[in-house]
């Protein structure tokens, strides 16, 4: 393929001569001859250069003798995987799969061997589940979705368009609520299900728990990465980016465009606002102002200067009192 027809379909300039061919897509680190190379940042274009490729793909001009230039290199990217490698699913029902009672299946659906799909399922068109997943009674999966292997979907579940769930998720195990008391411990028998708007995905090993009484229910277009979990009664609002070992307590409740990084973790019943970011390891406690950027994570500092620290913070509460 020629650069020029690379740069229409990524919205992007040709600098150089438009007929060069490509062969392939390479890395900044690992660049190789006749491919195309997109490159984020000076970085990757110096590591670039090492293995003379055909062309660049930047987002500032450069001094290389062929290139793409655009205005968002990781959304030519985007655009250029979906066009070049599309993701392909097999189609049919097998026969080593088990389909329940009053199941209504669309077109184009792919059941795998050992899926497990339970009484009065609705299936969209376009539907793929892969071996080994289970899908339980009275759950509903809209059209274009895709159940990689292994995941486990509980009864009840509303799952939409175009969602994305990947391996070893559960989704709709019991909440983790219990009655506490004189009485010792009684578990709280989960009545409510999860929603899963359109265009989500869930990454692997993640868990969503169902609601109590009502719906846990993640917000369309919202990103969940591996290893997430996300507890009862949770409203997780639209276009979120959850990011791997972020933990989510019950009665969350977050806003459009919320970003939490790895391994935040965010107390019951608070409600954080649109368009806030929580910086990586923090704790959230409180209710968080739309529109602004939260953190207290300690980076990692050298062991023994860390201890003299420590030991210093133990002495602050004598230290006030003296300059009372």
């Known amino acids: 393929m020629k650069i020029g027809q690379v740069a229409d379909m990524v919205q992007g300039k040709v600098v150089g001569d438009p007929e060069v061919e490509v062969e392939g897509l390479s890395s900044p680190q690992s660049p190789r001859e006749r491919t195309l190379v997109f490159c984020q940042s000076k970085k990757d274009v110096d590591l670039a250069r090492r293995g003379n490729p055909a062309a660049l793909v930047v987002g500032e001009r450069v001094d290389f003798p062929n290139y793409i230039l655009v205005e968002d290199v990781k959304l030519a990217l985007a655009l250029f995987l979906e066009r070049f490698y599309p993701e392909v699913h097999p189609t049919g029902v097998s026969d080593r799969s088990h389909i329940g009672l009053n199941v209504n299946i669309g077109k184009n659906v792919y059941v795998g061997p050992f899926a497990f799909v339970?009484?009065?399922?609705?299936?969209?068109?376009?539907?793929?589940?892969?071996?080994?997943?289970?899908?339980?009674?009275?759950?509903?999966?809209?059209?274009?979705?895709?159940?990689?292997p292994g995941v486990t979907i509980y009864?009840?579940?509303?799952?939409?368009?175009?969602?994305?769930?990947?391996?070893?998720?559960?989704?709709?195990?019991?909440?983790?609520?219990?009655?506490?008391?004189?009485?010792?411990?009684?578990?709280?028998?989960?009545?409510?299900?999860?929603?899963?708007?359109?265009?989500?995905?869930?990454?692997?090993?993640?868990?969503?728990?169902?609601?109590?009484?009502?719906?846990?229910?993640?917000?369309?277009?919202?990103?969940?990465?591996?290893?997430?979990?996300?507890?009862?009664?949770?409203?997780?609002?639209?276009?979120?980016?959850?990011?791997?070992?972020?933990?989510?307590?019950?009665?969350?409740?977050?806003?459009?465009?919320?970003?939490?990084?790895?391994?935040?973790?965010?107390?019951?019943?608070?409600?954080?606002?649109?368009?806030?970011?929580?910086?990586?390891?923090?704790?959230?406690?409180?209710?968080?102002?739309?529109?602004?950027?939260?953190?207290?994570?300690?980076?990692?500092i050298e062991w023994a200067r860390w201890k003299r620290i420590y030991a210093l913070i133990l002495k602050l509460p004598d230290l006030f009192k003296r300059l009372r």
Not at 120 to 125: E, M, Y
Request: glycine share 14%; proline share 2%; aromatic share 4%.
């Open 118 to 148: 339970g009484n009065n399922v609705k299936i969209g068109d376009n539907v793929k589940i892969y071996p080994f997943t289970y899908v339980g009674d009275n759950t509903v999966i809209g059209e274009g979705t895709v159940l990689f």
């Open 155 to 300: 009864p009840n579940t509303v799952i939409g368009r175009n969602v994305r769930i990947h391996s070893g998720a559960v989704i709709g195990a019991d909440g983790f609520g219990y009655y506490v008391g004189k009485k010792g411990i009684k578990k709280l028998n989960h009545i409510g299900n999860v929603v899963i708007e359109d265009g989500v995905e869930i990454g692997a090993n993640t868990t969503v728990d169902r609601s109590l009484i009502e719906s846990t229910r993640i917000g369309r277009e919202t990103k969940v990465d591996n290893l997430v979990m996300i507890a009862h009664n949770c409203v997780i609002g639209e276009r979120n980016i959850i990011v791997s070992q972020v933990g989510i307590s019950g009665s969350v409740r977050t806003g459009k465009e919320v970003v939490l990084a790895g391994q935040v973790g965010v107390a019951d019943h608070v409600t954080i606002g649109d368009r806030v970011t929580v910086a990586a390891k923090s704790g959230v406690s409180k209710d968080l102002q739309p529109g602004k950027v939260y953190g207290a994570a300690l980076p990692a």
